[in-house]
């Protein structure tokens, strides 16, 4: 580096010459990495961002729209490949990067290989089934938040609730969200709030990261914790494009911390907006029913009944009288029917009596017990016998009897 005086460089001149070193090393202007794709990103402008990493160590790369055109499969998270390019410097940064020419895929890389294993063997335990999952509360008074206290994530979650709902109370659970103790202080977390009343549904989170940032929140334990959860469990993992098993087990999935404190509130204004036009509605269909009922009631004061009440009464006290009448002379009718009916009768009888055969002259033979007399061949001579007429009776003597018959 050539110096003009004893004065400092600038920090331009220093990375350009840092620049020049690595222009000028053989090695790095072409070699060959292996590694796993990670915080990958295909930019709208066709370039391609990522970080190549492996256990110990990691390395910016950038794959220009030109030469990832002719790539014949899709790079993706977790993913081992081998690029091949050159390392130089990205002066704005003052980093060094691997300008990356071409790339073939190695396999799938060991985290995500774990990943998809557990995914497997979760699912198949029923752990993301849909019909698991709990119902958030509407109206929710009490939330709890598990992540880190000095992360971006809480400040949004925070912000957001108490502008859509600081009716709500928020505790909130302060857990490392990465790191080898995450995954326990995480589930320990969520069975803590379990154990507290009145919490009503709990978010579960961080910012985003790369995969291995977020792996807190793909370990087995976490994933038991949020399905043995009897609160509600709402998770906020990374961005959008970020996935976590606890998102798979957790009853909603949110692609943001923001979006889940969204989710788990409404909104007071809307809510305020939804009460003053219901006010509204409710007051103009009182006003109009108060309006349709005063219209009947003076309609009733105004009706016949009201104003001439014993009207209807003397008109069905005509109409009773009248019936009174047709019944009376209906039943006079019928009573000189059956007299006349009986007075033929009587005289029927009358006239089938013994008395009206006696005045015709006929008379009634007894003998001396008393017995009617019907053939003289149970009579003798010397016989006593009692004849009965219309008028007193005959004592009389058999002289003879002929019990021829008379004809």
């Not at 792996?215 to 993992?237: G, K, L, M, Q």
């Amino acid at each position: 580096m050539r110096r003009q005086s004893d004065g400092p460089v600038t920090v331009a001149q220093l990375t350009q010459y840092i620049k020049n070193l690595f222009a000028a090393d053989s090695q790095l202007n072409s070699l060959r990495v292996s590694g796993e794709i990670s915080n990958f990103k295909h930019h709208s402008s066709g370039h391609m961002y990522f970080t190549l990493k492996d256990a110990k160590a990691s390395l910016r790369c950038v794959m220009f729209r030109s030469y990832n055109a002719r790539l014949t499969f899709k790079p993706t998270q977790g993913m081992n490949v081998v690029v091949s390019g050159r390392i130089s410097v990205y002066e704005r940064d003052g980093q060094y990067q691997m300008y990356v020419e071409n790339m073939l895929p190695e396999g799938v890389g060991s985290l995500f290989a774990a990943f998809e294993a557990l995914k497997k063997r979760l699912a198949a335990e029923g752990l993301f089934a849909p019909e698991k999952k709990k119902q958030l509360p509407k109206l929710p008074t009490r939330i709890g938040v598990v992540t880190s206290p000095t992360g971006a994530a809480i400040r949004d979650i925070l912000t957001t609730l108490k502008r859509r709902f600081p009716q709500a109370e928020v505790l909130v659970m302060p857990v490392l969200v990465q790191g080898p103790d995450a995954p326990e202080q995480i589930a320990e977390a969520i069975e803590f709030l379990n154990n507290i009343d009145d919490v009503d549904v709990m978010i579960i989170g961080r910012g985003g990261g790369a995969i291995e940032e977020l792996w807190a929140f793909n370990e087995e334990v976490v994933a038991r914790a949020v399905y043995a959860s009897d609160i509600p469990v709402v998770s906020a993992v990374g961005h959008e494009t970020d996935f976590t098993i606890a998102d798979f087990v957790a009853d909603v999935r949110a692609a943001t911390p923001t979006a889940a404190a969204e989710i788990v509130v409404p909104d007071q204004r809307e809510i305020m907006q939804y009460l003053d036009s219901a006010k509204q509605r409710m007051a103009a269909k009182l006003a109009a029913k108060l309006e349709h009922d005063r219209r009947y009631l003076e309609r009733l004061a105004s009706s016949r009944v009201l104003t001439r009440p014993l009207e209807r009464l003397e008109q069905y006290s005509q109409v009773l009288d009248n019936l009174s009448a047709r019944l009376e002379t209906r039943m006079q009718y019928l009573l000189q029917g059956c007299q006349s009916r009986v007075s033929v009768l009587e005289g029927k009888l009358t006239a089938l009596s013994p008395e009206a055969v006696l005045a015709r002259g006929f008379a009634i033979c007894l003998d001396e017990k008393g017995n009617v007399v019907r053939d003289a061949a149970l009579l003798n001579r010397d016989d006593l016998l009692k004849l009965r007429l219309q008028r007193g009776t005959v004592t009389a003597r058999v002289e003879e009897t002929d019990t021829e018959e008379v004809k």
